[in-house]
């Protein structure tokens, strides 16, 4: 869907939290950057209830209407203080569904849903809420998660891309590109010329292997680097799980960008292993791109 066409803009889930918050003030930015309508969206479970309804259940939904007015309340107070409110045309849903399903129904007319990444317990980090990770496996648009601890989305730091020559891969590389040329920073192209360690192809000349992998990724980013001549690419070239390299590349960067799917995935409507343990472990924002 083209910027212009997207009726939600760019939707953000909200529910109160921390990194809810990140991912308004995140999305608040985006969407100045691109000069399009923010959407607040709160999604509330419905209360299932037999028949007649019993007053616990009709204080719980009353609870909950107050509880999404003062969410989406807290939201936009959030954007108050970004200082990019005076910039963006703002809008507020609220949704009867599961929060997934709200999500991922809207998305056709997004041009990107923004959700915030939860932590549990001792892992923190390494796991993702079970909407984030929904909405990451189904919506049929970029997705973005964003950590609470998300550096300032101001800074200069380089946009970070994983590309391995997929249509996801492709996809991705387009939207990194024009990320990094809006933002005004550098872009990072990083390839694995392998899955595996070096260690397991033993007896092949590995040398020879990441010469071509040299020459891929150069192939790959040429035309989008003519068509970007104002961004700044650097390469860099790793044998041996991408996602590994990604995570650990982006403590530097701004924005993680990745394709939905890598090689060997089944299906669109699954996320690819290295794009799914990059939204879980990034130090940075990461969007997840389908082909």
Known sequence: MSENAAGYGILVGVDGSAQSDAAVRWAAHEAVLRALPLTLM????????????????????????????????ASQKV??????????????????????????????????????????????????????????????????????????????????????????????????????????????????????????????????????????LAERLAGWQEQYPDVHVHRRIVCDRPGRWLIDESQNAGLVVVGSRGRGGFTSMLLGSVSAAVARAAHAPVTVVRG
């Open 79 to 216: 954007l108050s203080a970004s200082e990019t409110e005076s910039e963006l045309s703002v809008r507020v849903e609220i949704r009867y569904a599961g929060a997934v399903t709200a999500l991922v129904d809207a998305a056709p007319d997004a041009w990107m849903v923004v959700v915030g990444s939860t932590g549990i317990g001792g892992v923190g980090r390494a796991v993702l809420g079970s909407v984030s990770g929904g909405v990451l496996h189904h919506a049929r648009c970029p997705v973005t998660v964003v950590h609470d601890d998300a550096r300032p989305t101001g800074s200069q730091s380089p946009v970070l891309l994983g590309i391995d020559g997929s249509p996801a891969s492709e996809a991705a590389t387009a939207f990194a590109f024009d990320e990094a040329s809006r933002r005004g920073v550098d872009l990072v192209a990083l390839h694995a010329w392998s899955d595996v360690g070096v260690f397991t192809i033993l007896g092949a000349d590995w040398h020879q292997y990441e010469d071509q992998g040299h020459e891929a």
């Open 42 to 73: 709160h999604v509330v479970t419905p209360v299932i209830v037999g028949w007649p309804m019993g007053p616990v259940q009709a204080n719980i939904a009353e609870w909950q209407e107050d509880n999404a007015r003062a969410v989406i309340a």
